[in-house]
């Protein structure tokens, strides 16, 4: 039976310091390379959360030899094999990271995963793979569950790719193609969300050695050799949102430690949304802090580039002083869940007055009421219902160990913040 947690409420200031651990998706992108590698490889401080856990599961299940050393896991490259059965669960980054991979192995590999993963869109990945060589057999569907044939080589050479439903089918095809016997030449057949998370890719190839070039249409991968790689990996800077949202709401101070000075994190861009909502933002010695200046601004902004911040932006914009547009965000109908339908439930039930867009929502906010949420098994919608409880007494939320899927104890850092008047949360 599904767990129903009353969020805690705060109407005095948070003061809080709030470490974060490993981003999701740069761990995805260091176990993925660091098994197609030439060596072993080790990543320092990986995230350990469902969707990582998931991700060295599925390559462990394609044969990579992955161990753990204190905190840290060492990935030995080897070859790889079907078949082989790959649960996804509700992971987009396990969904489109490993069927490349796994057309690399050398018998067939089933992926599937959740009831709502097997309605997040594919289509666009498996028909680059079969472009490039690979086949799949998806029963029509352009969804999981759906089976990569692996012969042990893919030629790749050039594709033209729909990614307009999810940049992680870029990600995914890009990251296993230095391993393609052509390499990659990928051409997109339109737009693609979540830049920051292709550039995030081909920074990580890049690093391992791969050679990798923009094109005028998308992106080159030279076939060659990756190279192993120790790599740290930077706390993840999307799980800060829901904390450092808490200093607005609460015209608190909230500081995240070790926050990159340069990144491809899309979370990075946290410190200009939060001041555009009227936060006082510095990078300080001790991280980045984010102080609440008793004033939430609204929010007009296109988050295609940012889309799972979404979530708790739009919590704030229901506490705001004025309506707010969210737009760019049409592919968020085919996260965790429907975010745009989700989103306009649950603010709506606390009482503000929403409209969907076909890109994004309008949120305009109104009095403000105590309301049981749905969690909808997204991990960020109860990190939106948190935010909202601290402004709202009453606010409940029903399935909120979804959090495990990028951040299981997410609960125990939330009062850890709460209890905090100064120096370090735990
Ligand atoms: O590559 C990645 O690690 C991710 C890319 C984005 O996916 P979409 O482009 O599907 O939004 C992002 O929302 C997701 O949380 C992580
Ligand atoms: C969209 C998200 O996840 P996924 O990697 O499953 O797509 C997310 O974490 O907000």
Redesign the pocket.
Known sequence: MSQVWTTPHRPTPVDAVVPLPGS??IT?RALVLAALADGPSRVVRPLRARDTDLMAAGLRALGVGIAEDGADWLVTPARLRGPAEVDAGLA??VLRFLPPVAALADGPVRLDGDPRLRERPNAGLIAALRDLGVEVDDGGRGRAPFTVHGTGAVRGGAVTVDASE???IV?GLLLAAARFTDGIDLALAGGV??MP?VE??VAALREHGADVVATDRGWRVAPGPLAALDRVVEPDL?NAAPFLAAALVTGGRVTVPDWPAATTQPGAQLDALLGAMGAEVERTPDGLRVTGTGRIAPLVADLGDV??LTPVLAALCALADGPSRLTGIA?LR??ETDRIQALDEVLTAVGARVRQLPDGLEVEPGPLRAALLDSYADHRMVHAAAVLGLAVDGVRVSGPEAVTKTLPDFRERWAGMLAATAGVAS
Do not use: I, L, R, Y
């Open positions: 999701k998706s995805a987009g980054t999810s940049s992680q990600s969300p979540s998370h995030m890719t999307s889309g799972e592919h085919g996260h």
